[in-house]
């Protein structure tokens, strides 16, 4: 079965420096999502992404992240300069037009 | 601003009984709802969903009701096993199409008692 999948799955970083988390969505799927999940609290809602640009965002998006599809296949997203409060998990999800959004493990993101 | 709520944070419920988990949501502009099952260390899974135009979905020993004019959805799984203990996200969006931000509710761990 077709499944959306996160590298890596845990990163460390030091506080300012700069993060790519990378995703494989499933192949022909159209629609690409990013949410977070901070600990203990809901999945939230980050950026949508169809025909190579952004089709929405909320406003935890805001101009220190940036999203990307590189190749055919890698769907990423970039924190430029990280805070403690960026710690979180990171969630890809991708979906067809008419149906539901598949998600990926996730990738634990911690600023220290 | 919680937009969709899971009021109970857990449930425990005996192995072969019901589990009904419940949400409510206060935007009415919401027209699509799903659930969502996640284990530790894993994505959410989908699960089922259901759309403003209908009250009820049904896959396998999963139901799910929606109540429009309460804003109110329920699971049901009948009957429940060991293997659903998990933590389930009831989620919804303006409309069933790509591009749509999901809006999630907090979760409500289930334990399923052997």
């Known amino acids: 079965e077709p499944e959306v999948t996160q590298t890596p799955s845990h990163q460390v970083t030091q506080m300012g420096q700069e993060v790519i988390l990378r995703c494989v969505p499933i192949?022909?799927?159209?629609?690409f999502y990013w949410y977070r999940q901070i600990l203990g609290q809901k999945v939230e809602f980050l950026v949508s992404?169809?025909?190579?640009?952004?089709?929405?965002k909320s406003e935890i998006f805001d101009d220190q992240f940036s999203v990307e599809r590189p190749d055919g296949s890698n769907f990423t997203l970039k924190i430029r300069s990280t805070k403690l409060e960026d710690s979180a998990m990171y969630f890809c999800?991708?979906?067809?037009?008419?149906?539901?959004?598949?998600f990926g493990p996730g990738t634990r993101l911690t600023v220290l | 601003d919680q937009q969709v709520k899971q009021n109970s944070p857990s449930l425990s419920v005996q192995e072969g009984r019901i589990s009904i988990l419940n949400c409510d949501y206060t935007?009415?502009?919401?027209?699509?709802f799903l659930w969502y099952k996640k284990y530790p260390a894993e994505g959410p899974t989908f699960l089922i969903s259901?759309?403003?135009?209908?009250d009820k979905n049904e896959d396998g020993r999963f139901t799910v009701f929606l109540n429009k004019s309460a804003k109110h959805l329920s699971l049901h799984i009948v009957p429940s096993q060991p293997g659903d203990s998990a933590v389930y996200f009831c989620?919804?969006?303006?409309?069933?199409?790509?591009?749509?931000?999901?809006?999630f509710g907090k979760g409500t761990r289930l334990s399923v008692i052997a």
């Open positions: 999800a991708s979906s067809e037009e008419y149906n539901e959004q598949f």
């Open positions: 192949s022909n799927h159209l629609y």
């Open positions: 992404f169809y025909n190579n640009e952004i089709s929405e």
């Open positions: 935007n009415s502009m919401f027209d699509y």
């Open positions: 259901i759309s403003s135009i209908k």
């Open positions: 989620a919804a969006s303006p409309w069933n199409s790509g591009n749509t931000p999901l809006v």
